[in-house]
């Protein structure tokens, strides 16, 4: 079966960390670039992080540089998100993706 799943999501005080990770199934990992989105309440699905096949490649978006990293691990087929100094507004829904293809998500909570 061709799936994502996500887990590490929780709630944190803000300046915390939580570590996401990525579990990809039934399909070539190491073929696809492969990203985090997030989604908050009343807002679009935005682009946090993407990393290319061979995990040389990182963008970011400007809002968590310096405080976020992308990795993949293409032997265990994982992608996970560090997650740093958190703050309030990085509290949403987190998504790992590929072209075509979302994981189901996993909540992500700052808040004191």
């Known amino acids: 079966q061709v799936q994502l799943v996500e887990s590490g999501g929780g709630s944190v005080q803000p300046g915390g960390s939580l570590r996401l990770s990525c579990a990809a199934s039934?399909?070539?990992?190491?073929?696809?670039?492969m990203s985090w989105y997030r989604q908050a309440p009343g807002k679009e699905r935005e682009l946090v992080a993407t990393?290319?096949?061979?995990?040389?490649?990182?963008n970011y978006a400007d809002s968590v540089k310096g405080r976020f990293t992308i990795s993949r691990d293409n032997a265990k087929n994982t992608v996970s998100l560090q997650m740093n100094y958190l703050k309030p507004e990085d509290s949403a829904v987190y998504y790992c993706?590929?072209?075509?293809?979302w994981g189901q998500g996993t909540q992500v909570t700052v808040s004191s």
């Open positions: 039934g399909f070539t990992f190491r073929f696809y670039a």
């Open positions: 993706g590929r072209a075509g293809l």
């Open positions: 990393v290319t096949t061979a995990g040389i490649g990182i």
